[in-house]
C-alpha cells in the first residue's frame, strides 16, 4: 500500500523570545503529516513524499529529518530558498501564523515521475493553501484510483466555497482548521458534503472535531491535555491518524477519536514533530 504526501516541507521558525520558543525547528505541513502517518500507519505502508527544496542548509536539515523517518524522498532542488514559515506562540499557546514564505514551491509543479507515483497511490495527501495554489491544482490534475484527501490549510482566512465546489470531484476528503464561530462557513461545508457525497473533517481545536458524511453528522470532543505547549502541526498529526483508521475500516467516529488522541500528544509539545 501506498501513501503519497505532497506539498510544503519547510522550516517553522519561532519568532519568541526565549530559548526554548526562539528556533528554527522542520515543519510544513507535508512534513509534518508524512512524520506522523509513519506513527500511525502500519509498516506495510509505504509513505512517499514529493515537494520542492532549495539549495540551502535548511533544505539539508529537512532532509536529514525525513530520512530518520524512513520515508521515501522524492525532492526537487531549486535556486529559491527552502519554505519558511514565521510563527509566534501566544501564552496559551495558540500558534499566530506571521508570515510565510514559499520559495522553492511558487514555480514546482508535478513531472512524470510525480504524475506516476499518484497515479499508482492508494492514497493521496494534498494541501491547498494560496501561495502554493497552482502547484495544488497540478497534483490535483494527477488521476488516481486510490482515496484521496486535502487539507485546505488556510480555508478559515481565505474562504472560498467555489474553490470546493470547482474541486469536488477531484478528491473524497477535505480536511478544514475552523474555529466554532464560524458558523456560516460549517453550515455551508455541511452542505457540500451532503450534496456530493464527500467526507468533510472539521478541527475547532479545544473544541473537538465534526465530520459530515452521507446526510450523517459526527461528533469528537478534544482530548485533555495536562498543558498546550504549541497548536503547531495539530491538525497534520490529526489527519494522519483520522486517515490511518480510516483507511482500514471506514469507521469514522473511531477515526475522529484517533485522531484527537494523537492532536492532544502533539500540542504537549513545542514543534509539530518531536
Known sequence: MKIVCVGDCGIDRYLNKGSKTNKDLPGGITLNFAYHARNQFSLDWEIHVVTALGVDANAN???????????ELHISRCVEATPIQEIYIEENGEKVLANYEAGSLVNFRMGEEEQELIINSDLLMAVHFQQIEEMFFSVLNCPSDG?????????????????IESSIEKFNIGFFGLDQSQ??????LKNIANKYNKLFVITLGAEGSIAFFDDDEYHQSAESVHKVVDT???????????????????DIQA??????????ETVAHLGAIW
Not at 61 to 71: A, D, G, H, P, V
Not at 239 to 250: D, G, M, P, V
Open 255 to 264: 477515526s475522529l477519536k484517533k485522531g484527537a488522541l494523537r492532536a492532544a
Open 147 to 163: 482515496l484521496r484527501a486535502v487539507d485546505f490549510a488556510d480555508f478559515a482566512e481565505h474562504p472560498s466555497i467555489d474553490l
Open 61 to 71: 536539515r529537512i532532509i536529514t529529518q525525513l530520512e530518520r523517518q524512513n520515508l
Open 183 to 188: 458558523e456560516k462557513l460549517i453550515s455551508d
Open 232 to 250: 503547531t502541526g495539530a491538525g497534520d498529526s490529526f489527519a494522519a491518524a483520522f486517515l490511518s483508521q480510516y483507511s482500514t475500516n471506514k
